[in-house]
């Protein structure tokens, strides 16, 4: 054991590659982790470890000096003599000495105010300087997981492949990339990964890359998920307090200004802590900022904390980003999650243009070969030295892996997990082949979570087999899949099973063949607008009877697949049988002398009567979806679209219906949908979905093939958003086989509007206002005003919404409120 520690002692501090290499203290001797160290004039530099302990190879150049940097401390810079090398240099540093110049004789006069106004004023100046470069880039990415439970919602929770101790404490990921990057303001990116580093997988892709990793402070807004208010944007002082705590000397003699950054209001989007200007040029020289959690709507996050370190080159005259981290704490539950991600950029390579065609769709590519970098490639290339407990990681991880995933092991774990008992018949099964890569599930007869409601079935569940395969071409992303469910009412007391087939080909244009077959029950409105869980509470609990169902017998086969970027192109033929169903039951908790309205859509109270005949037709789908703009990232596992958020995604369907047992059953529907995320800066965002489509030869078609829009008569939202609901329209009002059009648009504000008012803004909320229209060819237009909040809750848990809407149609006016449970999607 003794040898072992040494051994990882030898890794993690010596490599016979570092030209200098040392640990840097403070003057009591406490080490001083992420130092900045900078080749001077060079854009070579690296940063120290958490230990305090660096690595560093000189570029080549007469007389070399390294500078030492930390925020804090007196910046020292060493000559180093090149016929020494390789050496041992352990660096003290000294607190810097600080100074404040400026003494306020007038207690009006806040002499931040003008370097903050120097700094925005040339903001434009600083951020052309380095707006297109090559670089090299590093990255290394760790995640922590203390006291995580042995169980969590019943469920046991694994080691995670080793990860965890018996505390439940440990690192869940860690993992490094090199990449060479090309850039270009503001957001163009080119980015080659050439080595890939995780650890416990020798054969894994890191997802650590440079495109999460520009964080701009030159423009107004810095996203996290939500438009943060940069300290020096041009309208900074409308949201920030600021004081010049002090100044100090680099080593080029410039003044540094460092000033303290204070929120005005606690609920805005925007950071706390330092940013160092710096004085003349008024370029940014560091930042120490905190992005607390309620303020970018991230309840569980605690905190992330940003550093960033620039550098300056007497030869250019840049100022130039050189070392940046982001630590993250979060947790729930008495579960804590930390997480650290450090970045280096070097090399660069400030240019006036890039050449033709260098930026293209693709963002990202990860070279074949990037995963089989050996440990002698790491240790000479690294920039920041590794520390004991991620050398620790990566020897326990690695060992583990080829121990787990070896055939014994496999074997072991397979015929453990494998035991069959009595009990399994009702609460389910599973045999899983790890080796060959397959495994068979059985649902039981004790699902509980498939357990519902509704009259026609009763109380219905459901039950089934499922087999999935993975052994031939993982790494391409093929799988097999075969399905079967079978679902049992009660008051039908009948039983219907449907099967699935699925096989995906690859993950680089996911061609994919699926098959399915079977008698299931359907809604009319194939979107399903009202759920299970839903219609069982209010038919049990109110006695409605919303959901009108209808036997579906059915057969068929599809294929989907990307035919060119951006474009997916999904094809299905089914065969449908179609009967009429009705009521079987009218049980409830409650209203027992009520009764249920029928399961004629058309006609709630006719109990005789059917919304259509049984008959048969087949289906001919084609539907095209489109992302403008469309960017991806490759990797030798997989081609990973990226949704561009610039442009709007187009859907264009036909469908058509032939073969029918009736010549009147035949039709074509022609139809078109657009999506698209309008974002308002740091004032909040604006979603629209468009919808519209026109029926062919349709006249006598059946109800069920009416274009059907999602009502709501509940009372109760599930979704995020409403861009798919009109929350007042009753299910079928307005369904139509003619010409539609359906417009839905929501202004979320991101707390822009609500952050800023007394008493309301403790709630922490959003603002919702909303505006949805239908209109078809046999109806007055229907319409939809709403306002709400969003983002209300408890604690951490904001899973609450809650919207007045105002409708309007035929002069006829209707008002209601809707309570959002977002949580009860977990439950669907």
Do not use: C
């Not at 409601?453 to 499922?466: A, C, E, L, P």
């Not at 035949?666 to 999506?675: A, G, K, P, V, W």
Request: net charge positive; no cysteine.
């Amino acid at each position: 054991m003794k040898k072992f520690y040494s051994l990882l002692m030898f890794l993690a501090f010596f490599t016979i590659h570092a030209q200098i290499k040392g640990t840097i203290t403070d003057d009591k001797g406490n080490p001083l982790p992420f130092v900045t160290i900078i080749q001077q004039d060079t854009y070579n530099g690296t940063t120290s470890n958490e230990q305090g302990y660096y690595e560093f190879t000189l570029r080549s150049k007469d007389k070399p000096s390294v500078v030492f940097q930390f925020l804090g401390f007196k910046t020292q810079k060493v000559s180093i003599d090149l016929n020494k090398l390789p050496y041992a240099l352990n660096i003290k540093m000294e607190e810097e000495s600080f100074s404040l110049n400026e003494v306020i004789i007038n207690k009006k006069i806040n002499p931040a105010i003008a370097i903050i106004k120097n700094a925005m004023a040339s903001r434009k100046e600083n951020t052309e300087k380095t707006n297109k470069f090559n670089a090299d880039f590093y990255s290394r990415g760790i995640f922590k997981l203390k006291n995580a439970p042995k169980k969590f919602l019943g469920q046991k929770i694994s080691d995670l492949n080793g990860a965890l101790d018996s505390t439940g404490t440990g690192i869940i990921s860690l993992s490094e990339t090199f990449s060479k990057i090309s850039f270009e303001k503001p957001d163009n990116l080119k980015e080659v990964v050439t080595a890939s580093k995780v650890s416990g997988r020798d054969n894994g892709y890191s997802y650590n890359t440079a495109r999460s990793s520009f964080y701009d402070f030159y423009d107004n807004t810095v996203d996290f998920g939500i438009k943060m208010i940069s300290p020096i944007a041009s309208n900074a002082f409308a949201y920030y307090d600021y004081r010049l705590e002090s100044t100090f000397f680099d080593e080029n003699k410039k003044m540094i200004n460092k000033i303290k950054v204070k929120a005005k209001r606690d609920s805005e989007p925007v950071f706390e802590g330092y940013i160092y200007i710096v004085e003349d040029s008024w370029a940014i020289y560091a930042v120490e900022l905190d992005i607390k959690g309620y303020r970018i709507k991230e309840e569980f996050l605690e905190v992330m904390s940003l550093k960033q370190n620039f550098s300056y080159n007497n030869n250019n005259k840049i100022w130039a980003k050189n070392t940046q981290s982001l630590e993250i704490a979060a947790g729930a539950f008495g579960i804590s999650f930390t997480g650290k991600y450090n970045y280096v950029y070097s090399n660069y390579d400030f240019i006036n243009s890039f050449a033709p065609k260098t930026f293209t769709n693709e963002i990202t590519r990860i070279e074949i070969n990037s995963n089989k970098k050996d440990s002698l490639f790491w240790n000479s290339n690294r920039p920041i030295p590794l520390t004991i407990e991620e050398s620790i990681d990566y020897v326990r991880k690695d060992s583990i892996y080829k121990v787990r995933n070896s055939e014994k092991y496999l074997d072991s774990i397979d015929a453990k997990g494998n035991k069959f008992k009595i009990t399994k018949l009702l609460t389910g099964y599973s045999f899983n082949n790890s080796l060959e890569k397959y495994i068979f599930k059985y649902d039981g007869l004790l699902n509980i979570g498939s357990i519902s409601f509704n009259t026609v079935q009763g109380y219905n569940f459901d039950s089934g087999f499922s087999f999935t395969t993975r052994k031939k071409q993982e790494a391409k992303g093929q799988y097999t899949s075969v399905s079967s469910k079978f679902n049992y009412g009660f008051a039908e007391d009948r039983m219907r099973v449907t099967g699935q087939f699925i096989h995906r080909f690859n993950n680089q244009n996911y061609a994919t063949l699926y098959m399915t077959g079977g008698s299931s029950v359907k809604q009319f409105n194939s979107s399903e607008p009202i759920s299970k869980t839903i219609n069982t509470i209010s038919s049990l609990a109110f006695k409605n009877n919303f959901m009108k169902l209808y036997n579906l017998e059915a057969v068929g086969i599809g294929f989907s697949q990307d035919i060119t970027n951006g474009v997916n192109l999904n094809s299905r033929i089914e065969y449908q049988q179609r009967k009429p169903l009705f009521n079987n039951t009218d049980y409830s908790f409650f209203s027992k002398n009520d009764f249920y309205t029928s399961n004629n859509p058309l006609a709630p109270n006719d109990f005789i009567y059917t919304p259509f005949t049984e008959h048969h037709l087949t289906k001919i789908n084609v539907l095209a979806r489109i992302n403008f703009g469309n960017k991806y990232s490759s990797r030798p596992d997989g081609k990973f679209n990226i949704r561009n958020e610039k442009y709007p995604t187009l859907y264009i369907a036909y469908e058509r219906a032939i073969a029918a047992s009736e010549k009147k059953y035949e039709f074509d529907q022609i139809s078109t949908r657009l999506t698209y995320d309008l974002t308002l800066g740091n004032k909040g965002i604006v979603g629209i979905n468009l919808r519209a489509g026109k029926f062919l030869n349709a006249n006598n078609i059946a109800f069920i093939d009416y274009k059907h829009f999602n009502g709501n008569q509940t009372h109760i939202g599930q979704t995020n958003r409403y861009l798919n609901v009109f929350n007042l329209l009753p299910y079928y009002s307005n369904s139509t086989n003619k010409s539609y059009f359906e417009w839905h648009s929501e202004y979320n504000d991101k707390g822009f509007i609500m952050n800023k008012i007394p008493l309301l803004n403790k709630l922490k909320s959003t603002l919702n206002l909303g505006f949805h229209t239908l209109s078809t060819s046999n109806n007055k237009p229907y319409t939809e005003f709403t306002a709400g909040l969003d983002n209300i809750g408890f604690g951490k848990f904001k899973l609450l919404r809650i919207d007045y809407i105002r409708s309007y149609q035929n002069g006829v006016q209707g008002d209601g409120v809707i309570f959002g449970l977002k949580f009860l999607n977990i439950l669907e």
